[in-house]
């Protein structure tokens, strides 16, 4: 008997599927809508004090109320999106309030101003995540969503690393005349607001069959320990995650020059953009809570850092941890929380978890300023590390 002919040798591990359209063109949204918000957020801090005179206390009381309206349109936008299964014209209508709003920062003449366009620039940011991220989650299968979502987290990073970039090349430019680096920043604003509309396509959210998965608040009702204690070390995390603001002025007061500013956004920005693609692949084969976990530590790490410093050095080594930390969790979070989530309830799920990070922003960014001007420039980050610290420990004992 004639022997079976052998296989033809193996030329390695199969190729990686590709990644969806959506996914593909909600993270060119991120990369032009980051690069318009990013080349005016680095500047702020100079705006505010050297421009309009205001404080860390101001910084606290702008970012703090920003990302707490922000909290509530993802929460509203969740629960809207899955009771009317629609994702892409919440997504699209907050891309575009924020991208028309933003370039207003060129003609305020005080704080107050400031004030009222980050507020309506974060309420818009907040009314389009839970639906993108739906709508990223449905895009996908299961075994693709950490790609998916660090994919989109990466080029949404490159967009902050190309803001700052273009404002350091703008700013010598203009004479340093940080408002018209404000009105350059509505070009790229426009072109998310065209991708958006019309390169994203609308996918439905799956509606299960009601014996095959609980309504929205069955599911919350019957299955939802381990949500609830993500969530809830979530939220001890965001009590430490002050406005980062808070790390830009730290920074000058440790000898960063102001306007070196958007260089440390930059730092930042390269390594968030190069790892956090490869860490949404790693998520999707690895268990997402110890990656998490780890990057929660290494946030402790960083801010105990910042607090401790005692030069304008140790700022600049600090900052690529600082990206890597976020490469590490903004992304493989969403991707968890979708793991555990059906499809017609995902929007409202997210929404629910975007509210618990933006409504503890506000009290984290308004005690970090007090702290600052209570006790010292380092007391805020010594209390993030702690509080950081101790959420790593309820994931990994959860």
């Known amino acids: 008997m004639s022997p079976a002919p052998s296989s033809p040798p193996s030329s390695g591990p199969p190729a990686e599927p590709p990644l969806s359209r959506n996914v593909r063109i909600l993270g060119w949204t991120a990369l032009f809508n980051d690069t318009a918000t990013e080349m005016s957020y680095w500047l702020l801090p100079q705006f505010l004090v050297g421009v309009l005179g205001a404080g860390p206390m101001v910084f606290g009381l702008i970012e703090g109320a920003a990302e707490t309206v922000a909290s509530f349109g993802r929460l509203v ?31 305020v003449q005080s704080w107050h101003g400031v004030f009222w366009i980050r507020f309506l620039d974060r309420a818009a940011k907040g009314f389009r995540a839970a639906p993108r991220d739906a709508l990223i989650s449905d895009s996908v299968p299961a075994n693709q969503r950490g790609a998916a979502f660090g994919f989109r ?9 190309a803001g700052p970039l273009a404002a350091i090349v703008l700013l010598p430019y203009f004479a340093g005349d940080v408002r018209k680096v404000f009105w350059a920043a509505a070009l790229p604003g426009a072109l998310s607001i065209l991708l958006v509309w019309f390169g994203v396509r609308e996918i439905r959210p799956v509606a299960a ?19 609830s204690l993500i969530l809830f070390a979530v939220a001890v995390f965001s009590l430490s995650n002050s406005s ?3 790390l830009v ?25 190069l790892l956090s693609w490869p860490a949404g692949k790693l998520s999707d084969r690895i268990p997402r809570r110890a990656m998490i976990a780890a990057g929660y530590v290494i946030y402790a790490v960083v801010y105990w850092g910042f607090a401790g ?3 304008a050095l140790a700022v600049w080594i600090l900052m690529p941890f600082y990206g890597l930390y976020y490469a590490m969790t903004e992304g493989v979070l969403k991707a968890w929380i979708s793991d555990l989530v059906p499809s017609e309830s995902r929007a409202s ?12 922003a506000f009290p984290a960014s308004l005690a970090a300023g007090w702290m600052w001007q209570r006790y010292s420039p380092a007391a805020p980050f010594y209390v993030s590390a702690g509080l950081a610290t101790f959420a ?7």
């Not at 999106?81 to 207003?104: E, M």
């Not at 790593?392 to 959860?398: N, R, V």
Request: hydrophobic share 50%; no cysteine; net charge positive.
């Open 77 to 107: 936008s969740g629960f809207l999106s899955d009771r009317w299964r629609r994702r892409k014209p919440l997504a699209a209508i907050g891309y575009t309030v924020a991208n028309i709003t933003k370039p207003l920062l060129a003609v």
């Open 349 to 360: 799920v997210y929404g629910v978890f975007h509210w618990v990070v933006g409504v503890t």
């Open 249 to 273: 002025l730290r920074a000058q007061n440790l000898g960063v020059r102001p306007e070196f500013a958007p260089a440390l956004g930059l730092l930042f920005n390269l390594f968030y953009t």
């Open 209 to 227: 069959a009601p014996s095959a998965a609980p309504s929205f608040r069955g599911f919350w009702v019957t299955k939802n320990r381990k949500l």
């Open 153 to 161: 987290q990466a080029m949404d990073s490159a967009g902050a690393m």
């Open 309 to 311: 410093a005692g030069s």
């Open 392 to 398: 790593a420990l309820l994931l990994a004992l959860a």
């Open 244 to 246: 980062d603001l808070f």
